[in-house]
């Protein structure tokens, strides 16, 4: 189990699944790391913050969550970080595959108009979550993405989704009434499995 990890300054690169089930609670991500891999902190379940360092070219970190620098991408918000609410920040337009999975104590999260891209698993396991508003320009809702939001009581889906991935709402067990849109030509394999309300 990890408390903190100090990476060296000629660290350039974080590989996929890097710290999988390390108990890391905290790292800073040095100026010359300008690659990150997939799921590099999932899943850590004890991380309450991720630092970039400054002058970091590729990355940059505000209250703890990882974005790109230049703030367009959420790329992770730590599982264990302090608090029931979040608001994405206007600048983002992409929120990265699994970039709130296992976040169990956010009740809350607002996402702004700006973002029009959520990737799968987003959202998986945030089982404190109750209510979301997807954006208007979100065309697609991914795999898996509110996989195990066992809180989930009210979901909007806007009219500019046109497609709904496979285990998308999976055990959603609180889930009582959707509205799919009409533009909605596609919905994956066992979307709303195991949503026995």
């Keep these: 189990s990890l408390a903190n990890v100090p990476l060296g300054?000629?660290?350039?690169?974080?590989g996929a699944?890097?710290?999988?089930?390390?108990?890391?609670?905290?790292?800073?991500?040095p100026d010359r790391v300008t690659s990150i891999g997939y799921e590099a902190f999932q899943p850590c379940a004890s991380l309450t913050a991720i630092t970039v360092n400054g002058s970091n070219p590729a990355y940059?970190?505000?209250a703890g969550v990882l974005f790109n620098q230049n703030q367009t991408?959420?790329?992770?918000?730590?599982?264990?970080?302090?608090?029931?609410?979040y608001t994405i920040p206007s600048s983002v337009t992409m929120i990265t595959d699994s970039a709130f999975e296992g976040c169990a104590s956010l009740?809350?999260?607002?996402?702004?108009?700006?973002?029009?891209?959520?990737?799968?698993?987003?959202?998986?396991?945030?089982?404190?979550?109750?209510?979301?508003?997807i954006?208007?320009?979100?065309?697609?809702?991914?795999?898996?993405?509110?996989?195990?939001?066992?809180?989930?009581?009210?979901?909007?889906?806007p009219s500019s989704v046109t497609s709904i991935g496979s285990?998308?709402?999976?055990?959603?067990?609180?889930?009582?009434?959707m509205v799919i849109?009409?533009?909605?030509?596609?919905?994956?394999?066992?979307?709303?499995?195991?949503?026995t309300s």
């Excluded at 285990?167 to 009434?177: E, P, V």
């Excluded at 849109?181 to 949503?195: D, E, K, W, Y």
């Design 9 to 14: 300054t000629n660290v350039t690169s974080i």
């Design 17 to 29: 699944f890097a710290f999988q089930n390390s108990g890391l609670a905290s790292i800073t991500i």
């Design 60 to 62: 940059g970190s505000v």
């Design 73 to 85: 991408t959420l790329i992770q918000y730590p599982a264990a970080k302090a608090g029931s609410s």
């Design 107 to 133: 009740s809350s999260i607002t996402i702004p108009e700006s973002v029009t891209s959520i990737g799968g698993n987003a959202f998986e396991q945030c089982r404190s979550l109750a209510s979301v508003i």
């Design 135 to 157: 954006p208007g320009g979100v065309t697609s809702i991914g795999d898996n993405v509110f996989e195990d939001c066992g809180s989930l009581t009210n979901l909007t889906i």
């Design 167 to 177: 285990f998308a709402f999976d055990n959603c067990a609180s889930l009582t009434s």
């Design 181 to 195: 849109p009409s533009g909605v030509t596609s919905i994956g394999m066992a979307t709303f499995q195991q949503c």
